[in-house]
């Protein structure tokens, strides 16, 4: 019997897709219906969240991770609110009308987690930057009609405009994916004769290459690399300000209190304005100011978990404000969830505590560095 797979493109937000979808399965009547989803985002989408412990996100410190899945996800919705649908309406309409016709339902997609700690561990500093300014504004094509986002040339200029902003994080949400999905819908086609495959319509044409040329088992894209390089620039500066803090006890101890306070300031006042810009409770401010200089001295500690951990610990989130920050409609809304407002105080405090850190570090060692190095050339002449 011939084989035949259908790929149906659509805008996650677009009733016009809905309609589409709802079409072509029951037209065509496969035996099996693949979805652009993983089993957590399938579990989300049908209102089966997994429980969330606050303090293993914390020792995680996944702050930024989990923000940028809330904000993508909230701004999401806000489209579909204009448009008058649900996001993700037509995975659900895939999924029901699989189970109609008594359909295989296949989850194809990679798992969420993975994709974006490959797309934070693969960016550099600068790309994250950049990533997370357009993610906070809230679209990449601002300008486009949404009823043309199902034209083929529209769908390939957002996915140039991606690559522009970030070539890395375009390569790890779009092109990974295209290969986990098109490799999963490869075997899918070696089990039945006839698969609908409901995917984002920025995927389609990748996917459907990615088949042509053949994709070999994707074990590479489950893993996940942590570059290593930031962490052992922030040893190196850590070891850096260590030395000069010893060098300063040893041949200029009267400097060393005044090369403290401003260490112990300068980092205190950044970390603790960070946590006061995420409107933290004033216990969450002063733990991340009376700690953010000891942190800042050991790259494995970081100021948000403290700070977020007393958060957490005054404002006692549920799994309920977890469950109702994936359904928050404003901004306000979303800043005065419980579980947000911990990791949002976690996230700004490790922010403001990074730069903390670089500045305060900058300023002792071009403060004080002269004077201190003219002092241990002095005691040097005498040993």
């Not at 989850?107 to 300014?133: A, P, V």
């Not at 989130?317 to 920050?325: F, G, L, S």
Request: proline share 2%; net charge positive; glycine share 6%.
């Amino acid at each position: 019997m011939e084989k035949k797979l259908i790929i149906v493109g659509t805008a996650h937000v677009l009733q016009k897709s809905v309609e589409e979808v709802k079409a072509v399965i029951e037209n065509e009547k496969p035996n099996a219906v693949a979805v652009e989803l993983c089993p957590a985002r399938y579990k989300a989408l049908i209102g089966e969240r997994e429980e969330v412990k606050v303090s293993e996100i914390l020792k995680r410190g996944d702050f930024f991770l989990i923000l940028l899945q809330l904000i993508l996800g909230y701004f999401q919705r806000k489209m579909g609110e204009e448009l008058k649908t649900k996001p993700g309406e037509e995975m659900l309409t895939a999924i029901n009308k699989a189970k109609e016709i008594n359909a295989d339902l296949l989850l194809i997609d990679r798992d969420i987690t993975i994709t974006f700690k490959r797309l934070w561990g693969q960016m550099s500093f600068f790309e994250k930057l950049k990533f997370l300014y357009y993610t906070f504004r809230g679209s990449f094509g601002k300008d486009i009609e949404v009823e043309e986002m199902l034209r083929e040339d529209i769908i390939d200029l957002l996915v140039r405009e991606f690559r522009k902003i970030s070539p890395k994080a375009a390569k790890v949400l779009i092109d990974e994916r295209d290969e986990f999905m098109a490799y999963n819908l490869l075997r899918a086609m070696e089990r039945y004769n006839k698969v609908v495959a409901v995917v984002g319509a920025g995927h389609k044409k990748g996917i459907v290459e990615a088949m042509q040329r053949g994709v070999q088992n994707p074990e590479k894209l489950l893993e996940i690399k942590q570059s290593n390089k930031l962490k052992w620039i922030g040893v190196a500066f850590v070891g850096i300000i260590l030395t000069f803090f010893a060098l300063t006890a040893i041949f200029a101890f009267e400097l060393l209190y005044k090369v403290f306070i401003y260490w112990f300031l300068i980092n205190g006042i950044l970390a603790s304005l960070g946590a006061l810009i995420a409107r933290g409770h004033p216990l969450s401010v002063l733990s991340a100011f009376l700690c953010a200089w000891l942190t800042s001295l050991n790259p494995f500690l970081a100021a948000g978990w403290i700070s977020g951990a007393v958060e957490a610990w005054i404002r006692k989130p549920t799994m309920k404000d977890v469950e109702d920050v994936f359904k928050t409609d404003s901004l306000r809304e979303m800043l005065n969830n419980k579980f947000f407002r911990v990791i949002l105080v976690a996230a700004l405090t490790n922010l403001g505590s990074m730069i903390g850190t670089i500045y305060g570090g900058y300023y002792i060692l071009t403060n004080f560095g002269v004077d201190v190095a003219k002092v241990i050339s002095e005691n040097l002449r005498f040993l």
